[in-house]
């Protein structure tokens, strides 16, 4: 069974749109990852939280986990074609296993 | 500084053939992870290590798979005898403590 899943499962935006890809558990997080991959390429660390209630930002992203520590959001505002991507959200299960959501494949069109 | 380097990049067999995926992870990073990633079931860990010693292998599909860390700075993933499911990109990854860095990825495919 699988224990993140990610929302929506693919998403095409048309550029200088605001977009929102979410990552829900079942159980409480220790940590959680977000990630980015290009087609043909590795995964690329973008934000880590660990703390209920924390917001992150990194230029136009920005990533929040809820109080209870079971739901992640990835907001990307004014997106650009080079947003796209596979964004996946990893998390600590046991705190040191990191499994990895099923990914929210993005396209940005001019 | 070089990041995780895996080997090789593509790798094409026959069924029934074995299949070894390379990987050397970051210097001073000691834990190390191998993912398997497909369409149907994203990205699935397979095992890791922690300071060469492996922890948790419940991801391990069957029998067929087998993963070695004979030293800090090299593991394998091993397939024998391979089959067309296994078909995959393999990525292996390394960490000091939580953050993961990812190698490129090995393209594999089993005819």
């Known amino acids: 069974s699988q224990e993140l899943e990610q929302s929506p499962q693919s998403l095409i935006v048309q550029e200088g749109k605001n977009l929102t890809i979410n990552c829900t558990s079942s159980?409480?997080?220790?940590?959680l990852y977000w990630y980015k991959q290009k087609y043909g390429e590795g995964l690329i660390f973008l934000m880590m939280?660990?703390?209920?209630?924390e917001e992150k930002s990194h230029e136009k992203i920005t990533a929040k986990l809820d109080e209870k520590k079971q739901q992640s959001s990835l907001h990307i505002t004014a997106s650009q074609p080079s947003h796209a991507g596979i964004y996946l959200c990893?998390?600590?299960?046991?705190?040191?296993?990191?499994?990895f959501g099923t990914g929210t494949r993005l396209q940005v069109f001019p | 500084d070089a990041g995780v380097i895996q080997s090789p990049r593509h790798e094409v067999t026959e069924m029934g053939q074995e299949v070894t995926l390379r990987c050397k992870p970051i210097?001073?990073?000691?834990?190390l992870f191998w993912y398997r990633q497909t369409m149907m079931r994203g990205l699935e860990l397979l095992i890791y290590?922690?300071?060469?010693?492996?922890?948790?292998d419940s991801g391990m599909p069957e029998d067929r798979f087998s993963a070695k860390m004979p030293n800090a700075s090299f593991s394998t993933l091993k397939i024998q005898p391979s089959e067309p499911r296994d078909s995959a990109v393999y990525f292996c990854?390394?960490?000091?403590?939580?953050?993961?860095?990812f190698g490129s990825g090995t393209q594999l495919s089993v005819l």
């Open positions: 210097s001073g990073h000691n834990s």
């Open positions: 159980k409480t997080l220790y940590g």
């Open positions: 990854a390394s960490t000091p403590s939580q953050k993961l860095f």
């Open positions: 290590f922690n300071n060469n010693v492996p922890i948790d």
């Open positions: 939280l660990q703390k209920g209630g």
């Open positions: 990893g998390a600590d299960i046991n705190t040191d296993k990191l499994i």
